[in-house]
């Protein structure tokens, strides 16, 4: 699935991130918008991670959704 495809999806997939990454607020998934770039940022921030652990996690993330 590409970025944009994602984008156009986010709100379906916006709870399914909720509860991957219960630190992020409303406003953080809100100003992502399903960007990966923006949200791999928001994940490091909030959840104090390192940008490598970061991607990992939404790529692995991402894979899971994918299949929606």
Known sequence: MKN???EGKWKQFKGEA???WGKLSDDDYDE???DRE???GKIQER???TREDAERE???WYSRIEQY
């Open 32 to 34: 992502a918008q399903g």
């Open 47 to 49: 959840h104090g991670k």
């Open 18 to 20: 909720q509860k991957q």
């Open 4 to 6: 944009d495809i994602m």
């Open 38 to 40: 923006k949200m791999i």
């Open 58 to 60: 939404y790529d692995n």
